[in-house]
């Protein structure tokens, strides 16, 4: 089956600077790659994502690249901010059916 | 303006006693997901629906059922919860076929504790 990794688990940054999260992948079928947001006690939300036939999607401080021969996708967030503090969840679809499988998630903390 | 509508949101059992939770949606989807998210983890998907078809995953116990009467509901029941079923369960739905495919909107979650 699909297997998700997140790299690295957790991730500092200075306010004002960038995060970048990487994600790997191993089944070539996965055709949908979205990124959650999580913050403490709140339920996952959708921020970003893209699809296969795409190699990048921006929308204002976040994008995400793709690189599908790699099979690896990565979350770029510039001028971090304090509220941007949260655990990141990248996924990737399943073969043949409406399911997602979820990476172990990354802690970014943005220091003021 | 809540969309998707979990119950309740905190639950507290004894262990071996049976639990149901409950998941409302006002989006008309005709999936409905319920995952497992223990602290620090992934979520990790149990079942779905697809309209009235269920999915179950590989590896979700037996202990683990779920119920779905109609487009709007559907029931996560844990027939005799274990110390190690103590978690935060999330409902999430989606619309497919189109481009809203695998665009999960997930509820708040309801957070278990077995004592």
């Known amino acids: 089956g699909e297997n998700v990794e997140q790299h690295p688990s957790t991730l500092s940054v200075q306010e004002g600077d960038s995060a970048v999260i990487k994600c790997t992948y191993s089944?070539?079928?996965?055709?949908?790659f979205p990124w959650y947001k999580q913050e403490l006690g709140k339920r996952p939300q959708l921020i970003i994502d893209?699809?296969?036939?795409?190699g990048e999607k921006k929308d204002q401080r976040i994008a995400v690249t793709l690189n599908k021969t790699a099979k690896h996708f990565s979350l770029h967030i510039t001028e971090t901010q304090p509220e941007d503090s949260a655990v990141y969840f990248c996924a990737a679809s399943l073969r043949g059916n409406n399911r997602l499988a979820f990476g172990k998630g990354n802690q970014v903390v943005v220091i003021p | 303006d809540a969309m998707v509508i979990q119950n309740p949101r905190y639950q507290v059992t004894q262990f071996g006693k049976p639990v149901t939770l409950s998941c409302s949606q006002t989006l008309n989807h005709n999936v409905m997901y319920w995952y497992q998210q223990k602290s620090s983890q992934a979520p990790k998907l149990l079942f779905h629906y697809y309209d009235k078809d269920f999915n179950n995953e590989a590896d979700t116990p037996d202990n683990f059922q779920s119920r779905r009467p109609n487009t709007s509901f559907c029931f996560l029941d844990i027939r005799s919860p274990g110390l190690g079923d103590a978690a935060m369960y999330l409902c999430a739905t989606s619309r497919v076929p189109g481009s809203g495919a695998n665009v999960l909107t997930f509820g708040a979650g309801s957070r278990l504790t077995v004592l």
């Open positions: 089944d070539s079928a996965s055709n949908y």
């Open positions: 893209i699809r296969s036939n795409v």
